[in-house]
């Protein structure tokens, strides 16, 4: 190793933090410390074994060398360049000088030259874990000698003594901080969940298997004008209305039978006063990293104004049909008698304009009443040309009424959103009302939009439809929200068994190679049964961090359940011997204990099995839970073996099977 290590700064893989040696050193306290029994016994024996005067363990600050341990030496700290270990650093070997007045580096060293005329001098470079050089282990003499290759095995010992102890302190330092930063996490996560179920600007209730209110937000409490104390330990379905009470039970048992992650409707519930509300509802099932059910979680969105919304807009369309209707009747009359005489023709046009005085007007008042919703309303004839379109329009596309009426739809609209409505919008020239609960006007904004698409008929033809929008964006984010949560192990934040299934299933129709890894640890009950499930959790949380950090981005770990993981490997990674180099990694992984509240140390090991499948091998792709059986198969032969190991099945040489029940 190059002399120059010794000053260039590292990275600390455990903090995160660039660091330099002195730091590290001034961390583990070896630096301007006083002496320690642990280093001050390995100079005695070194003195002892060589029969030498002097024996030092020091290591380097910048210009400074510090005797961490002395035997024979009053001095503390002494300038570098007076020091006879800079040429220790620059090799890992071991550096005698029988005669130091016979070497050209050291013959003119005042303490050769002048008392305590030294003669005699053999190192040993002292390095970091990441292998920075820090110090030495050096020994003097003020005699001309040579060691001899018992002396020589006993120095490293003592060199590696102390290599140990500085590797020691190492360890537990990163253990510290990781266990730190750990518990900030921990404390960080559990003060936000709070925060947002409290200040949530929708209704959160928490309801328990037997069916009782355990906790509600205030929002929710507002919702139903109660306070949020007298919802406690409240039966659920007392707040709804009987008609809802069996949709409800029937939902809640597909639930726990696995049938439903979680379902959404729209139903209304009896406030306190016995009033109905409209709200829209998400309900999904919690459950713990074992699978077993927890608690119901209730979301639940005021939507009054909306439904009120709704109510309004079809009474105003259906008085916008009648008014049109008989605004046309009466233009027709106002032409039929323009051709039967001329004589009253200044009477008709008088009647006609006070006729068009009364559309404006009514077309004025219905725009004012639009304008002031919060829902995008427009009327597109069947040549797809803008007639009519409320302010809100103004809001999405940045420009005003007047600039759309008239204009082509396509001219409005970019071409990708274009192409996207125009089978809704012939559906509705068809004569259909239909819905699309997913259109993106503007793909900067994120907001989704669910259209209405309303025909309007004249004398039984189609001569345009009706738009009716409003903003679903934080519904849409919340269904996205759940199904994450249900894909997620609660413990770890890994893939759970689900996710795995669904991901690994979906890369067999995808990929043309895959290795599967199916990990168990060895004597993990031991842990929960003698140290507790709280201990073993911390330990399955930094097994997770561990296989993450041995695995790259595009590949997968899940867990499935208890102590049993599972790491997919996709398409470029699946080579000859890729799965078996990185089950050899993993295992090596373990080979540091598990520090856990900086006292607890525990040495687990891992046993793995793998299954690699091949497209070319089969004429048909395997099952997800047959390559995982295969790989299960595979982790048991591992453990047989002695544990602390890894096993391959070569599904080239077996039959796939179709589906297996994992044990």
């Given at each position: 190793?190059?002399?120059?290590?010794?000053?260039?700064?590292?990275?600390?893989?455990?903090?995160?933090?660039?660091?330099?040696?002195?730091?590290?050193?001034?961390?583990?306290?070896?630096?301007?410390?006083?002496?320690?029994?642990?280093?001050?016994?390995?100079?005695?024996?070194?003195?002892?074994?060589?029969?030498?005067?002097?024996?030092?363990?020091?290591?380097?600050?910048?210009?400074?060398?510090?005797?961490?341990?002395?035997?024979?030496v009053t001095v503390q700290e002494m300038p570098r360049h007076l020091s006879f270990c800079n040429d220790t650093l620059r090799d890992d070997a071991l550096t005698v000088v029988s005669d130091l007045r016979a070497d050209p580096r050291f013959q003119n060293h005042p303490a050769v030259v002048d008392a305590p005329f030294l003669r005699f001098y053999a190192g040993l470079p002292l390095r970091s874990l990441k292998g920075w050089a820090l110090g030495t282990l050096c020994v003097t003499d003020t005699r001309v000698r040579t060691l001899d290759a018992a002396q020589i095995a006993a120095f490293e010992d003592l060199c590696a003594m102390a290599q140990n102890e500085i590797s020691q302190r190492e360890i537990a330092a990163r253990q510290r901080r990781v266990h730190r930063a750990d518990l900030r996490a921990l404390e960080e996560s559990k003060a936000v969940f709070q925060a947002a179920f409290q200040e949530a600007a929708i209704g959160f209730v928490i309801i328990d298997l037997q069916g009782r209110c355990v906790q509600v937000?205030?929002?929710?409490?507002?919702?139903?004008?109660?306070?949020?104390?007298?919802?406690?330990?409240?039966?659920?379905?007392?707040?709804?209305?009987?008609?809802d009470c069996i949709g409800v039970q029937r939902d809640a048992t597909r639930m726990l039978n696995g049938e439903l992650a979680f379902y959404s409707s729209e139903r209304q519930y009896r406030r306190r006063d016995g009033q109905p509300v409209w709200a829209n509802v998400t309900v999904a099932l919690a459950r713990t990293a074992e699978g077993q059910p927890l608690h119901y979680v209730a979301v639940a969105e005021d939507i009054s104004a909306r439904k009120a919304a709704d109510a309004n807009l079809a009474e105003l369309q259906h008085e916008l049909e009648a008014r049109v209707l008989l605004r046309t009747a009466e233009l027709r009359g106002v032409n039929l008698r323009l051709a039967n005489a001329l004589e009253e023709r200044d009477r008709t046009i008088a009647e006609r304009d006070r006729a068009e005085a009364a559309l404006r007007a009514s077309r004025?008042?219905?725009?004012?009443?639009?304008?002031?919703?919060?829902?995008?309303?427009?009327?597109?004839?069947?040549?797809?040309?803008?007639?009519?379109?409320?302010a809100t329009?103004?809001?999405?596309f940045g420009d005003h009424a007047e600039s759309r009426t008239g204009r082509h739809v396509s001219d409005v609209l970019t071409p990708g959103t274009m192409a996207a409505l125009l089978p809704w919008f012939r559906r509705a020239l068809a004569g259909e009302r239909v819905t699309n609960d997913d259109v993106v006007y503007d793909a900067t904004s994120q907001r989704i939009w669910s259209a209405t698409y309303i025909p309007h008929f004249t004398a039984g033809r189609v001569d345009g439809f009706y738009v009716v929008s409003h903003d679903v964006t934080e519904r849409k984010r919340l269904e996205t929200s759940l199904r994450e949560q249900a894909l997620q192990d609660a413990l770890t934040g890994l893939p759970n068994r689900r996710a795995l299934g669904l991901q690994l299933t979906q890369a067999l129709t995808q990929e043309a190679a895959l290795a599967v890894l199916f990990l168990d640890l060895d004597e993990f009950k031991q842990i929960n049964d003698h140290a507790g499930h709280e201990v073993g959790d911390s330990v399955l949380k930094e097994v997770a961090h561990r296989l993450r950090m041995a695995v790259d981005d595009q590949d997968m770990v899940a867990r499935l359940a208890g102590d049993e993981f599972v790491v997919v490997l996709r398409g470029s990674h699946c080579m000859p011997g890729?799965?078996?180099?990185?089950?050899?990694?993993?295992?090596?992984?373990?080979?540091?204990p598990i520090a856990i509240s900086g006292a607890l140390h525990f040495k687990l090991g891992i046993s793995i099995g793998i299954a690699s499948y091949h497209a070319q091998w089969h004429a048909s792709a395997p099952s997800a839970n047959g390559l995982l059986a295969i790989a299960d198969r595979a982790m048991y032969v591992a453990k047989a073996q002695g544990k602390n190991t890894y096993h391959a099945i070569d599904t080239h040489a077996i039959p796939l099977p179709d589906s297996h029940a994992m044990h």
């Open positions: 190793m190059d002399r120059r290590s010794a000053s260039v700064p590292g990275h600390d893989v455990a903090s995160g933090v660039t660091r330099s040696p002195a730091a590290l050193l001034r961390r583990l306290g070896m630096l301007d410390a006083p002496a320690e029994e642990s280093f001050d016994r390995i100079t005695r024996l070194a003195a002892r074994l060589l029969d030498v005067p002097i024996a030092v363990i020091s290591v380097f600050d910048g210009e400074r060398q510090w005797l961490k341990s002395r035997v024979g937000n205030s929002r929710f409490a507002a919702l139903l004008d109660y306070e949020k104390s007298a919802l406690s330990q409240l039966p659920y379905q007392d707040l709804l209305f009987s008609e004025e008042t219905l725009q004012t009443i639009t304008d002031n919703l919060p829902v995008l309303i427009a009327y597109i004839d069947a040549d797809l040309r803008y007639r009519f379109t409320n329009y103004g809001h999405v890729d799965a078996e180099r990185l089950a050899g990694d993993i295992v090596a992984a373990f080979g540091l």
